[in-house]
């Protein structure tokens, strides 16, 4: 998902009325100097305790914004726009699912765990795409409806919807939810995913072709680059019905209707959700799989100009046979420089 916030729309306008005075944003370029910011996590839990000991509910909601959201880092002020909407929001997100939401802190709070191998996956992008910009990453606690997104400030993510546990008590959860909770060591996968679209320049999406490929081939270039992809279920599926799934989807690939092939947690019956990411992802894999070029190819997937032409120069044409499940592994770019230590 690809969201511009206010700033970057201001930075943008004031840039081209007079670039004299406003500086270049800083573009980070080097996976070592990224940040891996978990301060909102920490807060998010100690207002968790003490909104546990208050018994009024206005109370609680005045905690969460004192102590949370009020106190928060510029990535939870977008996600706060974006996702969480308001302290109320966030209250009954987790008074509507209180056991899951309790559940969720040993692995919250497990997110530094990760960092060698996001920053590895950073190291193996910058390899592929040497253009590629490598934004902070935020680590939120967010109202159970989003795992990752992106503002102009960084990579956003929903680190409750990645505390999945055999122990997970799932009874509370709405049926869309459940087979999306993923466990804490797919963060890579989601923060390769999200870098993934904060280097994306492509024309807006109206058709669920573009749309589909806006999101599967950030598919692709998390299994680049970090090994998996954050829809192993719907590449299991994908891969069984794939001739199938094809007819149908270009049946409606050039329509704006995408409520078949994604989002659509709570209408896909026996399906899984989503699967307008598979297909994405397979077109934007059939392209890097003919081009010589990896470096070229995965330019040209991130700037595509036109969806139509990009599915007829990736002759996709409904199936996989006889293609590694995985693709080769992308070596790490060498390193230049000791990370500089997280805030
Ligand atoms: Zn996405």
């Given at each position: 998902m690809i969201r511009f916030t206010a700033p970057a729309l201001f930075l943008l306008l004031s840039a081209a009325a007079g670039a004299a005075q406003t500086p270049e944003p800083h573009v980070n370029r080097?996976?070592?100097?990224v940040r891996f910011i978990t301060s909102d996590i920490v807060n998010f839990w100690g207002a968790y305790d003490a909104a546990s000991r208050e018994p009024e509910r206005e109370k609680r909601i005045a905690i969460y914004q004192r102590e949370y959201l009020d106190r928060g880092s510029t990535g939870l002020r977008d996600f706060l726009r974006m996702r969480i909407k308001s302290a109320e929001n966030l209250v009954a997100a987790i008074e509507r699912q209180p056991r899951y939401y309790a559940s969720t802190r040993p692995s919250t709070l497990?997110?530094?765990?990760?960092e060698g191998a996001m920053r590895d996956s950073f190291r193996r992008f910058k390899a592929l795409y040497p253009d590629a910009v490598f934004p902070d990453v935020y680590f939120v606690v967010g109202a159970a409806s989003t795992g990752g997104t992106v503002s102009a400030n960084g990579l956003l993510i929903g680190t409750e919807m990645y505390a999945a546990t055999p122990a997970t008590p799932r009874d509370e959860l709405p049926a869309w939810m459940k087979p999306v909770l993923k466990p804490i060591n797919a963060l890579p996968a989601i923060v390769a995913h999200e870098s993934c679209h904060f280097n994306q320049k492509l024309p807006e999406p109206t058709t669920l072709l573009g749309k589909a490929i806006q999101e599967g081939s950030c598919d692709l270039v998390s299994e680049l680059v970090a090994d998996e992809t954050i829809n192993p279920g719907q590449h299991a599926y994908g891969d069984r019905h794939e001739a199938q799934l094809w007819r149908e989807f270009q049946a409606e690939m050039d329509s704006a209707g995408v409520r078949n092939w994604m989002y659509n947690g709570t209408t896909a019956g026996e399906r899984p959700t989503d699967l307008g990411y598979y297909m994405g992802y397979r077109i934007a894999r059939a392209y890097h799989e003919r081009s010589a070029d990896k470096r070229q190819s995965l330019h040209d997937i991130l700037n595509i100009r036109d969806f139509r032409d990009f599915l007829a120069r990736s002759q996709y044409g409904g199936s996989s046979a006889a293609?590694?499940?995985?693709p080769a592994r992308v070596p790490a770019a060498p390193q230049t420089r000791r990370a500089r230590s997280p805030r």
């Open positions: 080097d996976p070592e100097r497990r997110v530094r765990e990760m293609r590694p499940r995985r």
